[in-house]
């Protein structure tokens, strides 16, 4: 008596580290009841070993112990029956690392490497899942921890080991460039009529030739009123009349010359059109 199995993590092997001192008992009543007789002198010899019955994970597995006798040829050893666990080993995922990146708002990490696990001994051990990796913020930095999940571990000793994602990845994210983006164009302004001088475009058709012959008309220089006209009205062509336009309409801007002269003048497409019984308008 007095040993008892040792838990343990998975290695392998079957062996057992025993934990306590062994020890007999005297006092026996009977041949059967583990003990020897108060009457004779009985020691331990050799030395205790302890095994599992197989080298897989589980609970409470029975431990057999050899390796003992007894130095009392009226005797033989009977080894107390005990357990232990085998707790899974830890199987670090490894041959990865993180790309560097541009921020971009997310936690998304680019993995780069073939993931594997290196087993113990011969244990048949491979790499299972689909990993992926996250960035442990968003922001930029440099040596910023990358977290890694989704591997998994499949193969005849799988059941064996408890797969460590990969650790100790770190990248970095640097700032993302700004464009500058031209402000929009201003919207374009509608098509202007040209504007006309009225004053020198009505002395050099009207007034300057018949000046040069007869000065004396210049004294019934009339008034001259411009105002708006509510609609464009349609003119008739004439060789006064300015270049065509899209439609024989009249730009809405009209002149009357007062004093008694009568006709009104039109503006036309930047030029004039002189009423007929205008053009001698200084007889």
């Known amino acids: 008596t007095g040993l008892v199995g040792a838990n343990k993590v998975y290695n392998t092997t079957l062996v057992d580290a ?3 001192s062994a020890a007999l008992t005297n006092g026996a009543a009977s041949d059967t009841d583990g003990k020897y ?36 040829t009226n005797y033989t050893v009977s080894h107390a029956a005990t357990s232990a666990d085998i707790s ?16 971009d708002t997310t936690v ?18 491979n790499m299972g899942g689909t990993g992926s990796g996250v960035f442990a913020n968003p922001n930029v930095g440099t040596g910023i921890a990358v ?33 500058p983006v031209d402000p929009p164009a201003p919207p374009a302004s509608p098509q202007q009529e040209p504007v006309i001088s009225v004053p020198t475009q009505l002395a050099s058709t009207v007034f300057s030739p018949r000046a040069e012959t007869r000065p004396d008309a210049l004294h019934l220089l009339p008034t001259i009123t411009v105002f708006q006209s ?32 009568g006709p ?9 059109t002189l009423p007929t019984n205008m053009v001698n308008v200084n007889e």
């Open 230 to 261: 509510s609609t464009p009205e349609p003119v008739a062509e004439d060789s006064t009349s300015a270049p065509e336009r899209s439609s024989n309409t009249v730009v809405n801007t009209m002149m009357t010359i007062g004093g008694g002269m």
């Open 88 to 103: 899974k080993a830890d199987l670090t995922v490894s041959g990865l690392t993180a790309n560097n990146k541009v921020y």
């Open 37 to 72: 007789y108060s009457a004779d002198t009985v020691g331990l010899t050799g030395t205790p070993a302890g095994a599992f019955a197989d080298k897989n994970v589980g609970n409470a597995k029975t431990v057999a112990i050899t390796g003992l006798g007894v130095d009392n």
């Open 264 to 272: 009104s003048l039109q503006i036309v497409s930047g030029g004039m």
């Open 108 to 125: 998304a990490a680019t993995l780069v490497g073939t993931a594997n696990v290196a087993p113990l001994a011969s244990d048949v051990v």
């Open 147 to 179: 977290i890694v999940s989704g591997y998994t571990l499949n193969g005849t000793d799988a059941d064996n080991y408890a797969i460590i994602q990969p650790t100790g990845l770190k990248a970095d994210i640097s700032a993302a460039p700004v464009v």
């Open 18 to 20: 025993l934990s306590g």
